[in-house]
């Protein structure tokens, strides 16, 4: 209608986050989230793309890796989506591993990570406790995905 508006964009360079599974329990991790005032957030193995030339499923690989020590023989991109178009440019491609096994990666010292093992009969419990975007969202497809 030719009307101007003002607007803050936060530009962000875009993240990943893994639905990882065994088929028992989907492995989640509880960390701090200070800029919410958060303690202990329950979320999915998530992190930003922020190494230069690394593609979405690499740095789905490696966020795996660093946060629950895992990787996994079969990866599936399920969709991507955008956290909070509103205000940020940020868009989250959403993978789901499964065929995991055991792997070694370099922790960032500054991550408070502790991995936590959901059985998948409690999905619906770890939905219910869930306050991030990519987690819910992550979740409910893998409950979808399960029926």
Known sequence: DGSTAERQVVVHPGSVAVVAHDGKVVYMVRQPREPVGEAAMLEIPAGKLDVEGETPLECARRELAEEIGMAAGDWRELDWFYTSPG???????LFLATELYDAEAEKPDYERIDIVRVPL???DSAIAECRDASSLVGLLVLRRLLR
Do not use: I, S, V, W
């Open 87 to 93: 205000f940020a440019t940020e868009r989250c491609h």
């Open 121 to 123: 009969e409690d999905l």
